[in-house]
């Protein structure tokens, strides 16, 4: 079935270091990938979605690239900041199940000064 | 900015109890969805529905109900309360089926069975 792997659960960064988290994923068709962002206490929220025309999403410093080749849609920011501390779920959906999405297992990203 | 409401915010039930979990969307969005979030396992749909008085299974459906009596509400019931159901839950709404619709997310239940 489809799948999402987040490889790292926790991710530790000084500020001001550049930020990448992993996403890579598993389907037989083409999926629209995402990245939400849940901050403590809070509920989860898009923070990015892919393109159908390859051009590369960008929100908040963030930005992120579908690599059809290695199924892979990382998460990159230049420089972290401290408010950039946060639970980040990658995530996919098909055309076929409608709005269903299914999220990897998260990466808690800690900013430390 | 869309508006999805959950209610209670956290609950305490007892091993085999009935638990009813609420969500209200102000959004006339068509998708509602129940979401469970464990660490390291992520969120998981649970069930989710796209029309009144219609729900559809999730990827872990069993132990749980859901009810969908109008396009506002969206209910979560666990008839038998087990210990492995302690979680937060999370019920969201998305507008249309096209597949890059952004899910909107309440605030999360806290459901704790003992």
């Known amino acids: 079935g489809d799948s999402v792997t987040q490889t790292e659960g926790l991710v530790t960064l000084t500020e001001g270091l550049p930020v990448m988290l992993n996403c890579t994923y598993q389907?037989?068709?083409?999926?629209?990938l995402f990245w939400y962002v849940q901050h403590l206490n809070e509920a989860p929220k898009l923070l990015l979605k892919?393109?159908?025309?390859?051009k590369r999403p960008e929100h908040q410093g963030f930005h992120a690239t579908l690599h059809k080749s290695s199924s892979s849609f990382h998460l990159q920011k230049s420089s972290a900041q401290l408010s950039d501390s946060a639970l980040y779920y990658c995530a996919l959906s098909l055309a076929h199940a409608g709005a269903k999405l299914t999220f990897g297992g998260g990466t808690r990203l800690t900013v430390r000064p | 900015e869309a508006a999805v409401t959950q209610s209670p915010r956290s609950k305490v039930a007892v091993t085999g109890g009935k638990v009813t979990l609420s969500c209200h969307q102000t959004?006339?969005?068509?998708?509602m969805y129940w979401y469970r979030q464990d660490t390291g396992h992520g969120l998981r749909l649970i069930h989710y529905?796209?029309?009144?008085?219609?729900?559809e299974k999730g990827d872990i459906p069993d132990g749980y109900k859901a009810s969908r009596p109008s396009q506002e509400n969206f209910s979560l019931i666990l008839e038998l309360a087990s210990l492995s159901q302690t979680a937060v839950y999370f019920c969201?709404?998305?507008?249309?089926?096209?597949?890059?619709?952004?899910?909107?997310f309440g605030s999360g239940t806290r459901l704790t069975v003992l």
């Open positions: 959004n006339n969005h068509d998708y």
């Open positions: 969201a709404s998305s507008g249309r089926q096209i597949s890059a619709e952004t899910l909107y």
């Open positions: 389907s037989t068709y083409s999926p629209f």
């Open positions: 529905s796209y029309v009144a008085d219609s729900t």
């Open positions: 892919s393109f159908t025309d390859n």
